[in-house]
């Protein structure tokens, strides 16, 4: 199959054999239902300019010289359409992300394959081998590989597994496409942070507002600041209002004040009000990094009226690996387990299985203490408690670690919780 480098430069023939330029590009559109782009123009090169030939017009693609079927003059230009690219000018050496690995790569030269006489773009060589092929290098590497027994591997990635940067073509196309957004948030959190501030600034801002809230939650509060520094008030406020309330309130700390109390003041009052309250609290504190959403219950209902409450309620919940048991003023009484849940007969009231002493930190304790409850206790979560024992909110495991693990590690822990 040829490959793009192979291709220009190679010289353009009239009907009649005489030399009219060189191949400068291959327009490719991406419409259609076939996921590879489809060649449908050539821009070749010629003294009076450069001029759009329609890929019918060509007797040969793959041939010393690309001979056409008529004289240039005869030939009508082609028009690029809203969904073509230029595969050099706007994929060859670009940044793409192969959605495959979850990772930002560079491309070094495109394949194309024949198929019903019509050319796509099959494949993207991200490796060494594609630049030599550029260099004209390629074959004495191969070569001398086959010789020393070291055949190289090969680096390429299916077109229908990488997404094009939003921003850097200059046709409008639509990215990111469907398999961006159905990668995890951590590996699009992961792809962002090997961009440049700008292009994963133009990323983020493709994404839907869930996506997007989900990502930025995976990502430390200084870089979303960053992220979102120029996106529209609506939009964020739509994304903080996704957000888990106490990373909302981690990335409105790392904004103008200003700017956090308009955002404040565009989001639903009750999603607002819940990261006004964490904000009040400092940062290194269980209030400060304490999560409001979590799942309760009242202490006179049974095990199958729990399971109907959380069939209703949980999915508002960060974690439900532990249901807390509050009185009618809020305080904290008990608390158990799904485990302890799922085991509990039906008609069993909630005081008989529920765990009666209970581990807690206090609002105004310090991230370091919360950490020491959570690892001396084995826990996934922490109640968080006031003077009186109301119940405020929960510090999960990961929160509370950040400081005693490092970010980069942590991010490579498996996620046992939330």
Avoid: C
């Avoid at 050496?93 to 690995?101: A, P």
């Avoid at 888990?244 to 700017?259: F, H, K, S, T, Y």
């Avoid at 609002?363 to 370091?368: A, E, F, G, M, T």
């Avoid at 670690?401 to 046992?416: E, Q, S, V, Y």
Wanted: net charge negative; aromatic share 4%; charged share 25%.
């Amino acid at each position: 199959m040829p490959y793009l480098s192979t291709l220009l430069g190679k010289p353009v023939t009239d009907m009649d054999g005489s030399r009219v330029g060189r191949l400068e590009d291959l327009i490719a559109s991406l419409h259609g239902a076939m996921p590879h782009p489809m060649v449908v123009a050539l821009a070749v090169r010629h003294p009076g300019g450069l001029r759009l030939l329609p890929i019918s017009a060509v007797a040969a693609l793959v041939a010393p010289a690309i001979p056409l079927r008529q004289r240039l003059q005869d030939i009508p230009p082609h028009v690029p359409g809203e969904h073509e690219l230029y595969l050099a000018r706007d994929v060859l050496d670009k940044q793409i992300i192969d959605t495959s690995g979850a990772r930002v790569v560079r491309v070094n030269d495109l394949e194309l394959a024949r198929v019903n006489n019509h050319f796509y773009v099959a494949n993207v060589d991200v490796g060494g081998l594609g630049l030599l092929r550029r260099l004209g290098l390629a074959g004495l590497v191969e070569k001398m590989a086959r010789r020393l027994k070291r055949p190289l591997r090969s680096t390429a990635i299916s077109w229908d597994a990488v997404e094009l940067l939003p921003g850097q073509n200059s046709m409008r196309l639509k990215v990111p496409g469907e398999k961006l957004a159905e990668l995890h948030p951590a590996d699009l959190a992961e792809i962002i942070s090997d961009l440049s501030r700008a292009e994963g600034s133009r990323l983020v801002e493709s994404l839907d507002v869930k996506t997007l809230a989900d990502t930025l939650e995976e990502i430390e509060p200084d870089f979303q600041a960053s992220l979102i520094e120029a996106m529209p008030d609506e939009k964020v406020a739509d994304v903080l209002e996704e957000m888990a309330p106490d990373e909302a309130a981690d990335l409105l700390a790392e904004l103008p004040q200003e700017r956090s109390r308009e955002l404040l003041e565009l989001m639903e009052d009750e999603e607002a009000e819940d990261v006004r309250k964490l904000l009040t609290y400092p940062e290194d504190t269980a209030g400060g990094i304490m999560n409001t959403e979590f799942v309760s219950v009242r202490p006179h209902l049974t095990a199958e009226e729990v399971l109907a409450t959380l069939r209703e309620t949980a999915h508002e919940a960060e974690t439900i690996y532990y249901v807390y048991v509050t009185d009618e003023e809020g305080r904290l009484v008990g608390v158990f387990s799904l485990q302890d849940l799922v085991l509990a007969q039906p008609k069993t009231p909630v005081t008989d299985f529920m765990h009666h002493r209970i581990v807690s930190v206090h609002l105004r304790d310090s991230q370091d203490k919360v950490a020491q409850v959570v690892a001396k206790y084995n826990l996934l979560a922490v109640p968080v408690v006031d003077d009186e024992g109301r119940m405020h909110g929960i510090v999960t495991a990961d929160d509370a670690l950040d400081k005693i693990i490092p970010t980069a590690w942590k991010k490579r822990l498996p996620r046992m919780w939330g």
